[in-house]
């Protein structure tokens, strides 16, 4: 099992920025690749970025240039920090780990970002 608890989230304005944090515990034997997700009201929950162990990186279209993930193996912890903010930005992100044996997902709780002016 793996637990995740992300941090970090809040009410920006415009323009503003947050950085999440997503620290792990558990067994993390075997995990590949980390992320973020992130599900709008009334929306599908869609991949925001995510990282491989050796550090490549994918990014949504609509937030390449404006969000970098991060992650740190020594901490078991992943991070994105979001510049730029826009209000389509509005959502609930939750971290993911997956184990790379079995493609098998561990999810957080979920922590809200809101961008309103």
């Known amino acids: 099992q793996v637990q995740l608890v992300e941090s970090g989230g809040g009410l920006v304005q415009p323009g503003g920025s947050l950085r999440l944090s997503c620290a792990a515990s558990?067994?993390?034997?075997?995990?590949?690749?980390m992320g973020w997700y992130r599900q709008a009201p009334g929306k599908e929950r869609e991949l925001v970025a995510r990282?491989?162990?050796?550090?490549?990186?994918n990014y949504a279209d609509s937030v390449k240039g404006r969000f970098t993930i991060s992650r740190d193996n020594g901490k078991n912890a992943v991070y994105l920090q979001m510049n730029s903010l826009k209000f389509e930005d509005t959502a609930v992100y939750y971290c993911y780990a997956q184990r790379a044996l079995n493609a098998f997902n561990y999810w957080g709780q979920g922590t809200q970002v809101t961008v309103s002016s």
């Open positions: 990282i491989i162990y050796g550090g490549s990186t």
């Open positions: 558990g067994s993390m034997f075997s995990i590949g690749a």
